[in-house]
């Protein structure tokens, strides 16, 4: 299994414009909290889901969230609550849509078939 960053080893600095290949998404509010990213069960499922997703965090903490592909495509979720995606993915919404799934899937543990009701 490839190297993941984890919560004490930061990724870079905040997203830069320009960076990726491709489009800059406009900028919105996420409708999950950067934080979803560090929940075992729910990353368990976007990794899953998105095995080639780096995730990491920027010089702000861990609720600086940056998460980057192979492709070029980065997005950052700020503290301050604000969705910057830039390249061909929308990587903030492919984590969301992972979070739906796992949801509908009744938010099931990471470790065995539980789920969190």
Known sequence: MRDRATPDAPVGPAVPAG???GPVWARRDPQLPSSVVWD????????????DLIV???AG???DVVLT???????RHSPAG??????SRRLGDEV???HRRWQEW????????????
């Not at 592909?69 to 997005?75: C, E, L, V, Y």
């Not at 604000?82 to 390249?87: C, P, R, T």
């Not at 009744?106 to 009701?117: F, I, L, Q, V, W």
């Open 40 to 51: 075992d069960h729910v990353r368990f499922v976007v990794d899953l889901l998105l095995p």
């Open 61 to 63: 903490g861990l609720h």
């Open 82 to 87: 604000e969705l910057v995606q830039i390249g």
């Open 69 to 75: 592909s192979p492709d070029g495509s980065q997005a």
């Open 106 to 117: 009744g938010s099931p543990y990471r470790e065995s078939g539980k789920t969190a009701d």
């Open 56 to 58: 990491g965090h920027s």
């Open 96 to 98: 969301e849509s992972a």
């Open 19 to 21: 960076l990726a290949e």
